[in-house]
């Protein structure tokens, strides 16, 4: 349940800018507006990690930490979707 939790409340935005990210390809942007979801997703995930590393730590700062990673997750997958796919 400790991994569950944090993968399903990345799962939404994870989705949103996946959606965002192929929107964007299916609509002939250049590379940098294709690629802004993933940007904005590492930020928020490097941020999300900071936040449970330093400022709350113990078990809810590990939650916060497998967010920010699964949210890293899907930001790579929005780069590796927005750089391919046309």
């Known amino acids: 349940m400790m991994l569950l939790g944090p993968f399903l409340m990345a799962l939404i935005p994870g989705v949103?800018?996946?959606t965002l990210t192929w929107w964007f390809s299916k609509k002939g942007f250049s590379l940098s507006v294709?690629?802004?979801p993933g940007f904005i997703a590492i930020v928020v995930a490097i941020i999300?990690?900071?936040?449970g590393f330093?400022?709350?730590r113990g078990f809810e700062g590990g939650a916060y930490g497998i967010l920010?990673?699964?949210?890293?997750?899907?930001?790579?997958?929005?780069?590796?979707?927005?750089?391919?796919?046309?």
């Not at 999300?48 to 936040?51: E, V």
């Not at 920010?68 to 046309?86: E, K, M, N």
Request: charged share 5%; hydrophobic share 70%; glycine share 10%.
């Open 16 to 18: 949103i800018i996946l």
């Open 34 to 36: 294709r690629l802004l």
């Open 48 to 51: 999300l990690f900071y936040i």
């Open 54 to 56: 330093v400022n709350i």
């Open 68 to 86: 920010g990673f699964f949210l890293g997750i899907f930001s790579i997958i929005s780069f590796v979707l927005g750089a391919v796919a046309r």
